[in-house]
């Protein structure tokens, strides 16, 4: 099956990419990555790649080791445009996540906000990771003019993540914790109809992460055909059931 991966031209996370990528690629699927323009070879975060802080809080060493491999895949080199994206060709849709500067590019295009409101209305498997929900929330249905999330349940980065991040690293490193002057979890629940119901949090942590071989504190949800995880500490999982939504998706 071909999964459609759309990110900025640098700045995403890099275990929200590399990990899906890697469990995709190894189960048989094709990922076709798409940035702003044709041909554009993107980069991660690099604090990620080296340690945001004194060389800690950055990547682990596993998705690293994915991300090197990722950057020498053909589909790294290949990538195709926002704009001219047929969704119909794609089984699948990750919107992964990540904080920086750079990342404003991808969250805040209106052109694929557009495409994603299509891919949506194909009730094809759709993910979204961290700050990725929020291209989702910003989205909108044409029939009805609201959000694609507006009557799902979901989770996304949670606020006490955000700020304990953002005011542990302000002294040295600004604002690189916050993209936008709101909240991630504020604006997502501001799309949906009902958020004290459809808005989950998930268990409270701030350095636990799953594994490869751990799901103990990894959190995701599920809705229909939409699943979504709230951090790079979710990525395993994330990627695991996500090829759940495809097998599910292909059996019908």
Same mark, same amino acid.
């Given at each position: 099956m071909r999964v459609l991966m759309p990110v900025p031209d640098h700045d995403f996370d890099v275990t929200e990419?590399? =990990?899906?990528?890697?469990?995709?690629?190894?189960? $048989?699927?094709? =990922? =076709?990555?798409? /940035?702003?323009? *044709?041909? /554009?070879?993107? *980069?991660?975060?690099?604090?990620?790649? /080296?340690? =945001?802080?004194? $060389? &800690?809080? $950055?990547?682990?060493?596993?998705?690293r080791t994915f991300y090197r491999q990722l950057t020498e895949a053909p589909e790294f080199r290949r990538t195709v445009s926002w704009a001219d994206l047929d969704v119909a060709e794609f089984d699948g849709l990750i919107l992964p996540g990540g904080h920086?500067?750079?990342?404003? &590019?991808?969250? $805040?295009?209106s052109v694929l906000q557009r495409r994603i409101a299509d891919f949506w209305a194909l009730r094809r498997p759709v993910g979204a990771i961290c700050h990725g929900v929020l291209v989702l929330a910003r989205a909108q249905d044409p029939a009805t003019g609201r959000s694609v999330l507006a009557d799902r349940r979901t989770t996304c980065l949670p606020k006490y993540m955000e700020r304990t991040a953002y005011f542990t690293t302000a002294w040295r490193l600004g604002r690189y914790y916050r993209t936008y002057p709101a909240y991630v979890e504020d604006e997502v629940r501001s799309a949906l109809t009902d958020p004290g119901t459809q808005f989950a949090r998930g268990p409270r942590t701030l350095t636990r992460r799953g594994t490869a071989g751990d799901d103990t504190h990894a959190f995701v949800v599920r809705d229909g055909h939409y699943l979504s995880a709230r951090w790079p500490g979710d990525a395993y999982l994330f990627g695991r059931r996500f090829l759940a939504l495809l097998q599910d998706a292909d059996g019908r």
């Open positions: 990419v590399a =990990v899906p990528w890697r469990l995709l690629t190894e189960a $048989g699927h094709d =990922v =076709v990555l798409a /940035t702003e323009h *044709a041909g /554009t070879r993107p *980069a991660a975060d690099p604090r990620l790649l /080296t340690g =945001v802080l004194f $060389g &800690q809080l $950055g990547a682990e060493p596993e998705p920086a500067p750079g990342m404003r &590019q991808y969250l $805040g295009s």
